[in-house]
Every structure is written in structure tokens, then in C-alpha cells.
């Protein structure tokens, strides 16, 4: 019975001990946060980008435009001699349209992927130099994290800041600041 007593007081230190060290590097834990798409939006690289974004997806935009009025066309002249050729025929032309819209379909994937691919190339440098700023400047207020204040959605990751937190480790206008804008 002593025994178990004695296990149980250590067991009990222990698990106090485990539970008071987190707690202390908590609060020896400095949490900045940033918003990066508020500092990209000044950049002003973001307008050239945009621009070269918008002329791409206008450029593929008229291409699939191209290829639908085609397919269209296409369907519209079976439409019209579906009923005086041979059910051979029909068959043949309904392969070749399935064919066709499959082949516009798989064009509209590839115009997206292409569209996602040039984003990332276009807006990779602009995302290096504001990732590089943010290092900076947390380095230079000894933060050990820095939070994104937003998805990139736009959706809010954080819910509230107090007035003296938002002032002291909102860390977006030093940023902006290292970036010279």
C-alpha cells in the first residue's frame, strides 16, 4: 500500500511537471502574423502580372471559343442529315462528335492547367520576395511564428487581435516596409 502511495506522489509530480513545461514555453513564445495578400496587392509587380495573366486566359479563352463554334457547327450539320442517313452512318457520326466533345473537354482541362501553371511561374518570384521579407522581419523582432491572417481565399484564420497585440505583432506594414513599397 506505501508502495502504491509513493508511486502514485511521483506519478502525480511527474505528470505535473509534463503539464507546467509546455505552459512555460508558451509564454516564452512570440506569434507574429502577417497578410501576405495585402502586401502582394501593393507590390507593384501584381498589376504586370495580372495583365500577363488576363492576356493568357483571353489568348486560351478565344482558342476553346474557336473550337466550340466548331464542335457546334459540327453537331448542328448532323442534326440536320440525322434522319436520312444510314443507322451505320449515324453511328459513325455520333462516335465522331463523342470524339470531338471529348477532345474539347480535354482541351478546357489543359487551357486551366496551363492557366494555373503561368499563375504559379508569374506569381512564384513576387511570393519568394514577400516569404524572404517576412523572415526578415521576424528575425529582427525575435518572433518564433508567424501567422497568415487570412486563407487565400480571403476567408479570416484569425478571429480576433486586440488593439496592443495588433500594434506590437501585426507584422504586415514592416514587411511591406523591408519591400520597399
Not at 52 to 61: G, P
Not at 88 to 115: G, S
Given at each position: ?78 442534326q440536320q ?36 501553371q503561368r ?14 521579407a517576412i ?47
Open positions: 500500500m506505501k508502495n502504491a502511495i509513493i508511486f502514485s506522489f511521483v506519478s502525480l509530480i511527474a505528470l505535473v511537471s509534463l503539464a507546467a513545461a509546455p505552459a512555460a514555453s508558451a509564454q516564452d513564445m512570440t506569434i507574429g502574423f502577417v497578410e501576405p495578400r495585402a502586401i502582394l496587392e501593393r507590390m507593384p509587380e501584381m498589376s504586370a502580372v495580372r495583365q500577363r495573366l488576363q492576356n493568357f486566359a483571353e489568348r486560351k479563352q478565344n482558342e476553346l471559343g474557336t473550337k466550340e463554334r466548331e464542335l457546334q457547327t459540327e453537331i448542328e450539320l448532323y442529315k440525322v434522319g436520312v442517313i444510314s443507322e451505320t452512318a449515324r453511328q459513325q457520326e455520333e462516335e465522331r462528335l463523342t470524339a470531338l466533345e471529348t477532345e474539347f473537354r480535354q482541351l478546357q482541362t489543359e487551357a486551366q492547367q496551363e492557366l494555373q499563375q504559379a511561374e508569374l506569381m512564384g518570384p513576387l511570393l519568394q520576395q514577400v516569404q524572404e523572415d526578415t522581419v521576424a528575425a529582427r523582432r525575435g518572433l518564433d511564428y508567424v501567422l497568415n491572417q487570412t486563407t487565400s481565399n480571403g476567408d479570416v484564420i484569425i478571429l480576433y487581435v486586440s488593439p496592443r497585440v495588433q500594434e506590437e505583432y501585426d507584422i504586415t506594414d514592416a514587411v511591406m516596409q523591408e519591400l520597399g513599397i
